[in-house]
């Protein structure tokens, strides 16, 4: 009887080893894993093995590109859409490091803190990359300065979408991001990267509604644009007037403008009632023409005059340019929406941009949903990727 008894006593501690072995198993292969391209098209890294992220060149010995076959079958798939290596890395990896959790709140900035992490350096140089992309863009002015020639993206002639570009080489967007973009057939897009936010936030809650992690592709956008492209936003979950005074629709509208595209109509849905005179003294001069202030809820019924995808979008064709955002905080609602946008082809084909707040079990963002998570980031991210697969560039809203 008293053998018995220590091997029930000893039950608890093997279960804690096993554990154990598993969690080092874990953390051993994402250490060692090598970093692996997805495409023909996405960037060779052997040129990048060392970058300086730190002052300092270093070694990235685990971070070796694998080729694949030009030839196979899974490669046709990504003409469509290809995934920056960083990102790629992610999905590879995704349910190792964690992130198909769909009930507790997995942490999303690991892969930022982690230096073993094959991606670790690259994802350090990315954030460099960003600061200096965002101080270009705040720096360009080509459709404010009383001497230009076009005030209008639509009127640019195709042969002249290079006055949109940043940087004077071809592939100015990769070139300034080490090749670390991933690419739709609309243009170049951010990597999907957690933590769905600016990866800043990772290293301070004051980043929380920093904007400044999206990457658009404007020269890409001005060769689609036609003289007769009616510019469009769709703007669900509407509201002006919190997070301190810092609206992101207010950052979005500028940046269009700055890079010369005026809505001409602008759909704001917001549940939570509104005084009218308070809303349209919050909306600027500048939009007052195009602001079209709807004071109910969307609703993802299919057919239903109050989802913007029947009722609105399909007064437009493919020859407009319109911009779809959707952020009202409820799963059931805007979960619906967002793969009806994915699997209606009819309206798939419309949609230009989207901005979607996905909300989904991951930390440190978690406190700030409160309690409207749905799914892992594993289900966000295969969303956004299946979006923009199918030829909708796609971004993390905040």
């Known amino acids: ?183 739709t057939n609309k243009g170049f897009v951010e990597p999907l990267l957690t933590p769905m936010r600016h990866p800043m936030f990772c290293f301070t809650t004051k980043r929380l509604m920093d904007m400044k992690y999206m990457i658009h592709d404007f020269e890409a956008i001005c060769k689609e644009l036609k003289p007769s492209s009616r510019t469009v936003l769709i703007d669900m979950g509407a509201s002006l007037d919190f997070h301190a005074g810092d609206v992101p629709i207010y950052y979005l509208l500028g940046l269009y403008k700055r890079f010369g595209i005026n809505f001409d109509h602008i759909y704001a849905f917001e549940m939570r ?44 064709n493919k020859d407009d340019f319109i911009v779809v955002k959707l952020d009202v905080d409820t799963a059931s609602v805007e979960v619906p929406l967002a793969y009806q946008l994915l699997h209606d082809k009819s309206i798939r084909d419309l949609v230009d941009q989207f901005y979607f707040e996905h909300h989904v079990h991951a930390s440190p963002i978690n406190r700030f949903w409160s309690k409207s998570a749905r799914g892992s980031i594993k289900d966000s991210f295969e969303l956004f990727t299946s979006l923009r697969k199918n030829g909708i560039p796609s971004h993390f809203w905040p």
């Open 1 to 183: 009887m008293r053998n018995y008894n220590k091997i029930f006593l000893s039950i608890p501690f093997m279960v804690l080893a096993f554990f154990w072995l598993s969690t080092k198993q874990q953390d051993n292969y994402l250490k060692n894993i090598s970093f692996q391209r997805s495409s023909p098209a996405a960037p060779k890294y052997e040129e990048h093995n060392n970058i300086d992220v730190t002052g300092t060149t270093t070694d990235i010995s685990s971070t070796t590109m694998e080729e694949e076959d030009d030839d196979d079958e899974e490669n046709k798939i990504v003409e469509e859409y290809s995934p920056a290596p960083m990102e790629q890395w992610i999905m590879d990896n995704i349910i190792i490091l964690g992130w198909d959790d769909n009930v507790t709140n997995p942490d999303s900035c690991s892969i930022f803190h982690n230096q073993t992490f094959a991606i670790y350096n690259y994802l350090h140089q990315y954030i460099k990359d960003l600061a200096n992309y965002h101080s270009a863009v705040d720096n360009y002015h080509g459709f404010d300065n009383n001497d230009t020639e076009y005030k209008d993206l639509r009127l640019v002639p195709k042969n002249k979408c290079d006055i949109v570009r940043l940087q004077p080489e071809k592939d100015g967007l990769q070139t300034m991001f080490h090749g670390q973009l991933s690419k």
């Open 273 to 316: 009632k509104k005084d009218p005179e308070a809303v349209y003294k919050a909306i600027t001069d500048e939009f007052m023409a195009s602001y079209h202030w709807i004071n109910v809820g969307v609703s993802p019924e299919e057919g239903n005059k109050l989802n913007p995808f029947h009722s609105i979008l399909r007064q437009f």
